[in-house]
């Protein structure tokens, strides 16, 4: 039982990462009215007709530099891991190599005197 409700939290837990921009935009539709009226920027000018759009846009933008900033951040972790997990073992070779000749494997073709080509013979 307590696998499962673990197992149940784990999985919201993930989803709400990859979600957060809806829960930003769901936090904005349900707070509206309270948003415009005190928290919005242009609250002062009503010609513009914002409604708070600007307080919505500038969390989105945040929130989007958030994620990637972490993106960065985790990148440069997997980096380092990479680059710096061990040291390199060197090893250095002092003795020279040996020099080994090729047997000596020739063919020995048949000797033939009479031509290859031979023009025909006419009538």
Known sequence: MARRITGYLLI????SVNFSSLFI????????????THLCVNRDKPWLHC?????????????????????????????????????????????????FRAPDRRVNLPIVNHPIYQPPRLG
């Not at 919201?12 to 989803?15: K, R």
């Not at 769901?26 to 415009?36: C, H, P, R, T, V």
């Not at 440069?76 to 003795?95: C, R, S, V």
């Open 51 to 99: 409604n708070g759009k600007c307080y919505f846009m500038r969390k989105i933008k945040q929130e989007q530099e958030k994620e990637k900033n972490q993106d960065i951040q985790s990148q440069k972790n997997l980096f380092q891991e990479a680059l710096f997990g061990q040291m390199a073992a060197t090893k250095f070779y002092t003795q020279v190599l040996q020099e």
């Open 25 to 36: 935009f769901a936090g904005f539709e349900l707070n509206k009215q309270y948003i415009a």
């Open 12 to 15: 919201v837990a993930l989803l």
